[in-house]
Structures are given as C-alpha cells and as structure tokens.
C-alpha cells in the first residue's frame, strides 16, 4: 500500500521562477489498485512520480510504501522496492549490454554477491520463459546488444526489468506515447498482462483519455499540483470522455490544454 | 627496424599496457575523460621506487595499484559527492598528488633504484649474472632483455584476465552499465555514484601499476614522468580500436595492448628513421589523438557533401 501524506514540492524556491508543482497532496494506493492519471501540461503528473521514485527529495509531507518512510531515502534505494518505466524507451535499458546483462542487472540487485558472475547458467532459462511472454522473439536473442532492438522491444524489455524483481509499486509514466499504434497497443497489453499476473500496486500516467477510462480500476485527474478528481468503481464505469472534459471545465474554470491530450473514447 | 628497436617497442608496450587498459577503463567503459592518470601515473613511479629502495619491490608494485586506486576514488567523490565537473575534478587531483608524489619521494624530484627491483630479483632467479656470461655480452643482455618480456607479458595478461573477469561480475556489469546509460543506473537500484568511484579507483590502481613496472625496469624514478602519459594511453587505445574495431569489453582491453603494442614500436620506428627529433614525440602523439578522435565527424561531415553534391547533379 502507498500512502502520500500532504506531500509539497517547490522547485527555484525564492526565485522569480519559483513553481509549486506539487501542493498539499494526499493520495492512498491499495495494493490491488491500477490508477490511471490525466491531467494538462504543467499539472504535476511526473512530479508526483519523481516524488515517489526520489528523483528529488520533498518538502514537506510523507510517502509510505508498505508502512515504510520513503521521503528520506536516495533514488537508488527507493528502487528496489519501486519500479519505473519513462516515455523514452531509450532511458530504461543499456544499449551496449546485452538483453540477457540487461536482465541480471534489474535481477540480482539484492541476492548476487558482487563479485558473482552477472550472468549464469542457470538465469538464462527462467530470463528466456519471460522474453517468450512478449512474443517478440526476444528470447533468442540473449546475446544480442540492446542497442540494436526497436523502440517497442526496448520498452518491452524495460518492462521486464521493471517488474522482474517484484516491486512493490509500478509507475509508468506515459510509456507507450513513444511509439507506433500497433506497438504501443501490444506493450499496453502486457503492462495489463504482469500488473495482473504480480498483482502490482501500478499508477499509470497517459494523454490518452478512453485509455485512461478503460484501463485499471481508479482515475484520477490532476491541476497545477493538485488532485481535483479521483473516481472509481461506478461512477467511473459511467464516465465518458465528454463528461470528463465538462467536469474539469467545472472543476477549474478553463479548458483542458494537453496538447497531446487524445479524446478518444 | 632493428631487433633490439623491435624488442624495446615490445617490453615497454607491454609495460603501457596496463596504462592503456587503465585509460580503456575510464575513456570508453566509464565514458569520462580521466586526466587523473597523468598523476596517478607518477604516483604509481614514487610509491614503487621508495618501496623498491627500501627492499620490497613486490609489495612496491602492490602499493602503487592501491595508491593509484586512492587517486581514482578521490577524482571519483569529487565528481559524484560534491558534482565537480569530471575533467576540473581529474586536474585538480592531478595537480594535488604533484605535492603528495613529491612527498613519497622524500621532497626530491628524483629517486635512483639502487636497490634491488623485481627484473633484478629475476635475473638471480634465472641465474642470469656476469659470470655466467662472461664470454658473450651480447647473449648476456640478451637474456636480460627477455626477462623484462616475460615480466611485462606475465604482468599484461594477469592483469588482462583480472579485469575481464571482474567486468563480467555483477559489479563490474554495474560498472559497465553506468557508463552506458547513466540516466537508466539512476533510476535504478545501482549507487551510481559509488560504482564510478570503483570504475575510476580500478583505472588509475592499472595506471600506477604501469608506472610502478616502469620506474622498476628503468632504474630510475624522477617526478615529471607522467608528463603526457593519458595521450599515451589515449594514442594505445585508438590505435588498439582502429586494428580490431569496437566491441566489447573483452575484445577492448586486449585491443588495447596490442595498440599500446604496436604504438610504442611505431615511435620507435619513427625516431629511428628521423623522420621528426624526439622531443617532437609530445605533438606527434597528440595530433594522432586528434585526428582519430575527429574521425567520426570529417567521415559525417563528407558524407554531407556528397550527398549535397548529388542533389544538385541531379
């Protein structure tokens, strides 16, 4: 369970560009829930994110994940018990390592001694069974530099090595707007796939506002630094994407600027 | 080219090599430019030669790795700890262990091996001595010679095997992957940091053992020897690339000695025929460095012209 307690975040504080983007923010994760975020440019999306992750530290407020602190833990620590994928399928794999150094990386983080080989025998077969889950033939490829996959199978294998520890939180943050219909549909599908599977606390930021309704089990909808909508269960079934609109206008008296917002429904 | 050119080209190249394994390490593993090594070069020269005379010339090459490797993690926490620029923490580090160099050599700027070093200790053990070869001082200096080959063969391939081992661990691959995609490491559970520290501290413990065999072979240790020594290693490197091609971890560490191989004989070569006086070696290193480092960009800047070129025939 993640819990934010009245979590803020300024960032130049004291300058003339000085920007709240985070602001008093609380917010409970059961472990079953799949949130899906929306929210315009600028609303506090990925803050929220790197506020988890510990890409920076906050100001005021608590994270709790599991009953246990965050808030003061450097980036890297927070890792291992948080996984993330971002929009650039470049950012989360080492193009000049192999598919098979890139999974013992994200493997054996706290059970490998140091100076243990990185890549055994005995990995090889179980990292070859969750390659061929993807269908994309990657697990005849072990050996092949990463560098060297398309956009959507270094995504994919991001994925993975994500979620191949057992994290006990995903946050993807708009992890398939980088790449083709087809491909985003197919690592879309298997996110859904392994979020099931591993039953992972997951909060999933998109532009893309039917796939923000018809994915996971709870939307929520942020404004400069602030949750203004949170629903579930029914009134979620009931919504639809021009209701949406209508109740952000509402709720903030101006339109919904993302300029990549998709409405579909 | 003569043999004796040949077989000098040969030893101190393999004597580089470890410099050249070093330079690979934290040029193209860890991806920064580490001028470290001009220091930790000569750190590795003072702490061997003052062990040396003081009677241990084994633990003196020790200690110059482990000296070395203090240099490369105080470049290291200059760099990760308080975000000091890679190249000004390298100077600056650099520029301190002039002092501390000048320190181990007992504030002198020269040190003379007069005790015995560890070619000196093989040549006993081979029983290698005057009397033996009282008759013929060539076979003498021929057998000597070859002990400081197999020295500098011995010492590159152990040292070799080492690090190809250690870069397939698990903290090796860490290593590796920070210097690959420093944005993924951060965002992962690897201490980015800390694994930066240990790439430097193992190149600059590889520089100063190269320094350390080499004071040893020559006898004699003087503050200014790691004058232009990263250019060396850089030069050995390239040179090392340009042969076998990029690739790998493994196949880039033995590329490196062989080019450090081939580079020290080739300047031999060079010198012996005048086609430029000595002292030129300096320019001639660096502009070699230039060139193959602008590579990549003359090639993409042609293949522009070209194919403007095409479009206006067109």
Known sequence: ??????????????????????????????????????????????????????????????????????????????????????????????????????????????????????????????????????????????????????????????????????????????????????????????????????????????????????????????????????????????????KLMTLYSGARGKELDNDRMLLSQ | MSLTMFLGGLQEGLFYALLAMGVFISFRILNTPDLTTEGSYTLGVAVSAVLTVAGHP???????????AAAGSVTGLLQTKVGIHPILAGILTMSGLYTINTAVMGGKPDVTLTKTTIFNKLYEVFNINLQAFNRDRQAFTMAKEITVLIVGAVLALLVLALLIWFFRTHIGLCIRATGNNEAMVRSSSIN?????????????????????????????????????????????????????????VTVGLISAILGSVLYQCLIRLATSLNIFPAYYLKLVSAVIVAIALALPMIRENLGRHHRKGGKSHA
Not at chain 1, 43 to 54: H, N, P, V, W
Not at chain 1, 99 to 106: K, Q, Y
């Open chain 1, 1 to 242: 369970m993640l819990e934010l307690r009245h979590v803020t975040k300024t960032f130049a504080k004291g300058t003339v560009n000085e920007h709240t983007a985070l602001r008093d923010v609380s917010l409970t994760l059961q472990d079953d829930d799949f949130i899906t975020i929306l929210g315009s440019n600028g609303a506090g999306k990925s803050t929220l994110f790197g506020a988890i992750a510990g890409t920076f530290y906050v100001d005021e407020g608590e994270i709790l994940l599991d009953g246990k602190h965050l808030e003061g833990l450097p980036e890297h620590k927070r890792a291992r018990a948080v996984g993330t994928l971002f929009q650039d399928p470049m950012k989360g794999t080492a193009p000049d390592l192999t598919i098979e150094e890139n999974l013992s990386l994200a493997c054996n983080q706290t059970r490998r001694f140091p100076l243990a080989m990185a890549v055994q025998k005995k990995d090889l077969q179980f990292y070859r069974e969750q390659l061929s889950a993807f269908q994309m033939g990657l697990e005849d490829r072990m050996k092949m530099k990463v560098g060297l996959l398309s956009g959507g199978q270094r995504q994919a294998l991001t994925l993975l090595m994500a979620t191949i520890a057992h994290p006990k939180l995903l946050l993807l943050d708009e992890h398939t707007a980088a790449l083709d219909p087809a491909t985003a549909e197919k690592v879309m599908a298997i996110t859904v796939q392994i979020v099931r599977e591993q039953k992972i606390p997951t909060m999933m930021i998109t532009h893309n506002m039917g796939q923000a309704l018809t994915t996971g089990n709870r939307t929520i909808m942020m404004d400069a630094g602030q949750i203004i909508l949170d629903i579930a269960g029914d009134e979620r079934k009931e919504m639809t994407v021009p």
């Open chain 2, 58 to 68: 084994v633990l003196g090459l020790l200690c110059a790795f482990l000296a070395g």
């Open chain 2, 192 to 248: 980015a940091g800390g694994m930066k520290v240990l790439g430097l501290a193992v190149a600059n413990g590889c520089t100063a053992l190269a320094g350390g065999v080499m004071t040893q072979s020559g006898g004699f240790a003087t503050i200014s020897n790691g004058a232009g020594v990263l250019v060396v290693g850089l030069a050995s490197v390239i040179i090392g690339e340009a042969i076998v091609g990029r690739r790998g």
